[in-house]
C-alpha cells in the first residue's frame, strides 16, 4: 500500500521564492528520504532524515520531520528555475523497501 | 561512468509482444529493484532482488518474470504485452541495509500499441 503522499500535488513559484513541500505517512518509520525527478529521467536522492532526528539541512534544502504527526516538509529556499521537478518522499520500516509517494510537481517560473 | 544503467531507453512494441529490458549496475550494492510508473507519476516496486535472490515480489502479473544473473545485473522480462503495462519502468539499487539510498536508471519508457 501506499505510504508516502506528498502536498500539494502541484505548486508553482516566482523564481527566488522559497517552494515547500510537505509529506505524510501512515505507519512508524526508520527513515524518510526525499528524491527529485527531472522531466524524463530517473529519480535522484536528495537528503535522508532518520526517525530520531527532527531537522536536517543541506545546500539550499531544509527538511524537517514530525514523527507524532507522521510527517516531514522539504523546504527549498531561493528557488531557481532548474529546480522545477518533480519531488517525492519515501519511507522505509525497518526491512521493507522504500515506499514512494505520487509526488509534487514543482514549477519555478523565471 | 553511468552508476545504474537500462536499455533500451524507449520501447514501443504491439500487443501480444515478449520484450526485455535490461539493467546493470556497477556500484557493488547487493540490491536491484525493478519499479514501475505510471502516468500519474505513481511508482511502485514490482521486485528486489538481493545478491540474485528475490526477496520482494509485489502484486505483478506473472507476465513479469525478473531475471538476476549475477548481482550486477537484473533484467526484466515481460511476455503476452497488454497495453496497460505501458509505462516507465525504472532500474535501481542499494547496499541492502534499509534506509541506504537507492540509485535509480533514467527509465524505459515503454509503449503498448
Known amino acids: 500500500s501506499q505510504q508516502g503522499e506528498e502536498d500539494p500535488q502541484a505548486l508553482s513559484i516566482q523564481e527566488g521564492e522559497n517552494a515547500t513541500m510537505n509529506c505524510s505517512y501512515k505507519?512508524?518509520?526508520?527513515?524518510l528520504q526525499w528524491y527529485r525527478q527531472n522531466s524524463g529521467r530517473g529519480l535522484v536522492h536528495l537528503i535522508l532524515?532518520?526517525?530520531?532526528?527532527r531537522e536536517k539541512h543541506s545546500g539550499r534544502l531544509r527538511v524537517t520531520l514530525d514523527t507524532s504527526k507522521k510527517s516531514s516538509s522539504l523546504l527549498i529556499t531561493a528557488s531557481r528555475a532548474a529546480d522545477t521537478a518533480s519531488y517525492f518522499c519515501?519511507?522505509?520500516?525497518?526491512?521493507?523497501?522504500?515506499?514512494f509517494g505520487k509526488g509534487t510537481r514543482l514549477s519555478v517560473i523565471a | 561512468d553511468t552508476a545504474v544503467s537500462q536499455t533500451p531507453k524507449y520501447l514501443v512494441t504491439q500487443m501480444g509482444n515478449d520484450k526485455s529490458i535490461k539493467c546493470e549496475q556497477n556500484?557493488?550494492?547487493?540490491?536491484m529493484y525493478w519499479y514501475k510508473q505510471d502516468s500519474k507519476k505513481f511508482l511502485k516496486i514490482m521486485f528486489s532482488?538481493?545478491?540474485?535472490?528475490?526477496?520482494i515480489n509485489e502484486t505483478v502479473p506473472n507476465r513479469f518474470s525478473p531475471k538476476s544473473p549475477d548481482k550486477a545485473h537484473l533484467n526484466l522480462h515481460i511476455n503476452s504485452l497488454e497495453l496497460g503495462d505501458s509505462a516507465v519502468y525504472f532500474c535501481?539499487?542499494?547496499?541492502?541495509?534499509?534506509?541506504?539510498?537507492?540509485?535509480f536508471g533514467e527509465g524505459s519508457w515503454l509503449t503498448v500499441v
Open positions: 535501481a539499487s542499494s547496499q541492502i541495509q534499509p534506509g541506504n539510498t537507492i540509485y
Open positions: 505507519t512508524s518509520i526508520n527513515n
Open positions: 532524515i532518520r526517525s530520531n532526528e
Open positions: 519515501a519511507t522505509d520500516a525497518g526491512n521493507t523497501p522504500l515506499v
Open positions: 556500484l557493488g550494492h547487493d540490491t
Open positions: 532482488y538481493n545478491n540474485k535472490e528475490l526477496i
